[in-house]
């Protein structure tokens, strides 16, 4: 089981980065995928998830509005759009696969997740 996150970088406050999480060895079709972030001190926090039911997403207060998920099913991907980017956005983001095959609604706690790709950096300056 391999998740890869990747595009992180640096963007000014304001400006926008999308995020790509690569499923290998499964389908996202099956599986709760979601985003989380640490920052420098704090704990990991729950940003976006994506159901293996038909529809269901939910986003953590601090991004509704700004972030939004997309799956593209022919590429085994699931992306995190981030517009309107803001210095508390700045953190290691990860994504994760819930442990349990099935559909179900996602949740945006990380004890229900693991196969924690490598990560990657986003970086807002304001």
């Known amino acids: 089981v391999q998740l890869q996150a990747s595009g992180g970088g640096l963007v000014q406050a304001g400006g926008s980065l999308t995020l790509t999480c690569a499923a290998s060895?499964?389908?996202?079709?099956?599986?709760?995928i979601a985003w989380f972030r640490r920052a420098p001190g704090k704990e990991r926090e729950g940003v976006a998830c994506?159901?293996?039911?038909?529809?269901?997403?939910d986003y953590a207060d601090a991004v509704k509005g700004r972030f939004t998920l997309f799956k593209d099913r022919a590429k085994n991907t699931v992306t995190l759009q981030m517009n309107s980017l803001e210095a508390e956005d700045t953190a290691v983001y990860y994504c994760?696969?819930?442990?349990?095959?099935?559909?179900?609604?996602?949740?945006?706690?990380?004890?229900?997740?693991?196969?924690w790709g490598q990560g990657t950096q986003v970086t807002v300056s304001s």
């Open positions: 060895e499964f389908s996202l079709d099956y599986y709760n």
């Open positions: 994760g696969r819930r442990h349990w095959r099935g559909f179900y609604y996602c949740t945006l706690d990380a004890k229900d997740y693991g196969a």
């Open positions: 994506f159901s293996s039911r038909p529809g269901g997403t």
